[in-house]
């Protein structure tokens, strides 16, 4: 149903090119202050849409968001605390 996405974290050099990154994928958020974008493309050509994104000339770097593989659930064995500080 859904295609399979991987993120992609790309340092510019000016955010006003960064609308030019549509054409590579789904850009997701700009950030204007530390000048970088946050863009998602399928999981097959990944590696492809890299290599020309790097190519850029208001590229400074391009790196692959790890934000999908990390664990979100949490396994709780510590005991809750809560119980000592109820009055």
């Known amino acids: 149903m859904f295609a399979e996405r991987h993120g992609i974290i790309v340092w510019l050099n ?3 090119s960064a ?7 789904t850009l997701h ?10 863009l ?3 999981a097959d050509r990944t590696e492809e849409t890299m290599k020309s994104i790097q190519r850029l ?6 790196e692959r968001s790890y934000r999908g593989e990390i664990p ?14 109820s009055y």
Do not use: C, Q
Request: glycine content about 2%; cysteine-free; overall charge positive.
């Open 29 to 38: 958020y700009v950030s204007k202050r530390m000048f970088y974008a946050v």
């Open 40 to 42: 998602y493309v399928h």
């Open 57 to 62: 000339p208001y590229v400074k770097k391009v």
């Open 14 to 16: 000016d955010t006003k």
């Open 72 to 85: 979100t659930e949490y396994s709780s064995n510590i005991p809750d605390k809560t119980r000592f500080y």
């Open 19 to 25: 609308r030019n990154l549509e054409k590579y994928g």
